[in-house]
């Protein structure tokens, strides 16, 4: 079974400051973990993605994560918040052993960057 | 071209009525979906077509009813609705059926209200 865990529903953090927003993952293959981020009233736009190689991946507008298959987890990260980050955030997650096209999302968090 | 269009974007219609959202994309992406998203809380998958074939069917009630017309082209036709079904509709599209590495492309969704 694939399950997608994002503990915090909110996040706030200061414009300039480094943001995390937490993912932690549960599959029984190899995993192919996913970062979404939907604004309001629209659709989901993806963000990165990690599938294999290096543990640290870069994706849009300056975001990153990092993939820790020890701590099963799969943190999305900024070095410098901008108040047009604010938005709802979406881990996702699929097994790499089924083939299947099937993702699981987390719950979302929704980010707010104070200015 | 790396998007996937939704219409109509806002949806009222009555419980005896029937009514479709329509999804194209221009990708040539062979894997479409359709999810629906309550407030706050994650996509759920509701139907997968690969190859303009329906390959999942999540338990979705008949009043809800897809079709693949052609590989750019996904329909969802509605009959029947509760007050309940009213959400987000996201469409969505991948390059290949069965590659689970691929990202999803979301559209905006239609939002539908039932009365």
């Known amino acids: 079974a694939q399950s997608v865990a994002q503990p915090e529903d909110q996040v706030n953090v200061a414009e300039g400051n480094p943001l995390t927003v937490k993912c932690t993952y549960s599959?029984?293959?190899?995993?192919?973990l996913f970062w979404y981020v939907q604004y309001p009233n629209r659709g989901l736009q993806f963000l990165l993605k990690?599938?294999?190689?290096?543990?640290l991946v870069k994706g849009s507008y300056g975001f990153e994560a990092e993939f820790n298959k020890s701590q099963t987890s799969f943190h999305l990260k900024k070095p410098s918040a901008l108040v047009s980050d604010s938005a709802l955030y979406f881990c996702?997650?699929?097994?790499?052993?089924?083939?299947?096209?099937?993702?699981?999302f987390g719950t979302g968090t929704r980010l707010t960057v104070i200015p | 071209d790396t998007e996937v269009t939704q219409t109509p974007k806002h949806l009222v219609m009555g419980m005896t009525n029937k009514k479709s959202l329509k999804c194209e994309q221009h990708?040539?992406?062979?894997?479409m979906y359709w999810y629906k998203q309550k407030a706050k809380k994650p996509p759920e998958l509701m139907f997968v077509?690969?190859?303009?074939?329906?390959?999942i069917n999540e338990s979705v009630p008949s009043r809800f009813s897809p079709e693949c017309p052609n590989s750019s082209l996904l329909n969802l036709h509605l009959h029947a609705l509760q007050p309940e079904d009213s959400a987000l509709y996201l469409c969505?599209?991948?390059?290949?059926?069965?590659?689970?590495?691929?990202?999803?492309?979301f559209g905006p969704g239609t939002r539908l209200t039932v009365t």
């Open positions: 969505a599209s991948s390059q290949e059926p069965g590659h689970p590495r691929d990202e999803q492309y």
């Open positions: 599959v029984s293959g190899n995993p192919y």
């Open positions: 990690y599938i294999t190689g290096d543990n």
């Open positions: 996702a997650v699929r097994d790499g052993g089924t083939g299947a096209n099937n993702l699981f």
């Open positions: 990708m040539g992406h062979r894997a």
């Open positions: 077509y690969s190859y303009e074939k329906l390959s």
